[in-house]
T-cell receptor, first 113, second 115 residues
Framework: AQSVTQLGSHVSVSEGALVLLRCNYS??????LFWYVQYPNQGLQLLLK??????LVKGINGFEAEFKKSETSFHLTKPSAHMSDAAEYFC???????????FGTGTSLTVIP | EAGVAQSPRYKIIEKRQSVAFWCNPI?????LYWYQQILGQGPKLLIQ????????DSQLPKDRFSAERLKGVDSTLKIQPAKLEDSAVYLC?????????????FGPGTRLTVL
C-alpha cells in the first residue's frame, strides 16, 4: 500500500525567499508522485508529477521537485516565493494499477510581504 | 475545453436527510473520481469509475453512500442518511485514459454542511 506524509501543516516564507515543502512517501514499489495546489474556494490543480523518468521534475509557476529514492522523498521547491503562491499544497501517490490514489494532509503556504 | 462541472456548490441539510451531488467530467475522460475532503485534511478517494464500471470503492461507506455513472459520462454521489461527520467538500475529478500517471482534473467541489 502507498501513502505520503507531509511534514509541516503550515509554512511561512517571506516574499522572494526559497519555498520548501516536504513530502515523504511509503511504497513497496516505485510510486508515481504528484504535487497539487489548491487556491481558496477552487479545485485542485496539478503542479507537477514524477512518472519514473527524470528524477528532477519541473512544473508550472516555477515549482520543481526531486524524487530521491534513498530518502523516499519528493520535496517541492521554488527559488523565490511570490505572493500569488499562497495556497494549500498536497502531495499525492499512485500505484501502478491506476487506482488507490492517496493524498497527504496538505501544507498551507503563507507568503509574507 | 470546459472543465469538470459540479452541482450544487453548497448544500446544507439536517442529519438523517438525504443528499445527492452531480458531476459532469471533461468530455472524453473515461475515468471519474469522487473524493471527500474534510476541513484540514487531504482529499480521500471514495470511488473511482472507469467508464461506467467501478475500479475502486474500498473507502466508500457503502451503508450510506452510493454512486453511479450511467452511460459512462456524468455521475451522481448520494448520501442516505447523512451524519454530522459527513460535513466536507466533495470533489469530483476526471482523467483520461485512466493510467496511474494521468493528471486528474478537479471540479470546484460541493461543500456539504450537515446540521
Amino acid at each position: 500500500a502507498q501513502s505520503v506524509t507531509q511534514l509541516g501543516s503550515h509554512v511561512s516564507v517571506s516574499e522572494g525567499a526559497l519555498v520548501l515543502l516536504r513530502c515523504n512517501y511509503s511504497s513497496s514499489v516505485p510510486p508515481y508522485l504528484f504535487w497539487y495546489v489548491q487556491y481558496p474556494n477552487q479545485g485542485l490543480q496539478l503542479l507537477l508529477k514524477y512518472t519514473s523518468a527524470a528524477t528532477l521534475v519541473k512544473g508550472i509557476n516555477g515549482f520543481e521537485a526531486e524524487f530521491k529514492k534513498s530518502e523516499t522523498s519528493f520535496h517541492l521547491t521554488k527559488p523565490s516565493a511570490h505572493m500569488s503562491d499562497a495556497a494549500e499544497y498536497f502531495c499525492a501517490v499512485s500505484g501502478y494499477s491506476g487506482n488507490q490514489f492517496y493524498f497527504g494532509t496538505g501544507t498551507s503556504l503563507t507568503v509574507i510581504p | 475545453e470546459a472543465g469538470v462541472a459540479q452541482s450544487p456548490r453548497y448544500k446544507i441539510i439536517e442529519k438523517r436527510q438525504s443528499v445527492a451531488f452531480w458531476c459532469n467530467p471533461i468530455s472524453g475522460h473515461a475515468t471519474l473520481y469522487w473524493y471527500q475532503q474534510i476541513l484540514g485534511q487531504g482529499p480521500k478517494l471514495l470511488i473511482q469509475f472507469q467508464n461506467n464500471g467501478v475500479v475502486d470503492d474500498s473507502q466508500l461507506p457503502k451503508d450510506r453512500f452510493s454512486a453511479e455513472r450511467l452511460k459512462g459520462v456524468d455521475s451522481t454521489l448520494k448520501i442516505q442518511p447523512a451524519k454530522l461527520e459527513d460535513s466536507a467538500v466533495y470533489l469530483c475529478a476526471s482523467s483520461s485514459p485512466g493510467l496511474a500517471t494521468d493528471t486528474q482534473y478537479f471540479g470546484p467541489g460541493t461543500r456539504l454542511t450537515v446540521l
